[in-house]
Nanobody, 115 residues
Framework: QVQLVESGGGLVQPGGSLRLSCVVS????????MRWYRQAAGKQREWVAT???????NYSDSVKGRFTISRDNAKNTVYLQMNSLKPEDTAVYFC?????????WGQGTQVTVSS
């Protein structure tokens, strides 16, 4: 059974930092591209960042320059380092694993940016 488990969310003040982790089990992690999405209350889920199996990365304009996605294939883990956080970054953050054959989602971790 494939599982994606996010962690690292919490409450942080504006300007602060958090690092999210997503551990993947039950499949060959290094064969999947990994993405982070987020969903704020009352809004649609939006794409945040992607890291491909070859480690190339893409970011949404709203987080470019502030967030960094990375992966550790030895630990089956993808990370999202979030710096200079803003109140509008408040959302549930989800990780997503996909390739040509499969698509999997985690359950999400809450990030709240507030003073």
């Amino acid at each position: 059974q494939v599982q994606l488990v996010e962690s690292g969310g919490g409450l942080v003040q504006p300007g602060g930092s958090l690092r999210l982790s997503c551990v993947v089990s039950g499949t060959s992690f290094n064969t999947y591209h990994m993405r982070w999405y987020r969903q704020a209350a009352g809004k649609q889920r939006e794409w945040v960042a992607t890291i491909f199996t070859g480690r190339n990365t893409n970011y949404s304009d709203s987080v470019k320059g502030r967030f960094t996605i990375s992966r550790d294939n030895a630990k089956n883990t993808v990370y999202l380092q979030m710096n200079s956080l803003k109140p509008e970054d408040t959302a549930v953050y989800f990780c997503n694993a996909y390739n040509a054959y499969n698509l999997y989602w985690g359950q999400g971790t809450q990030v709240t940016v507030s003073s």
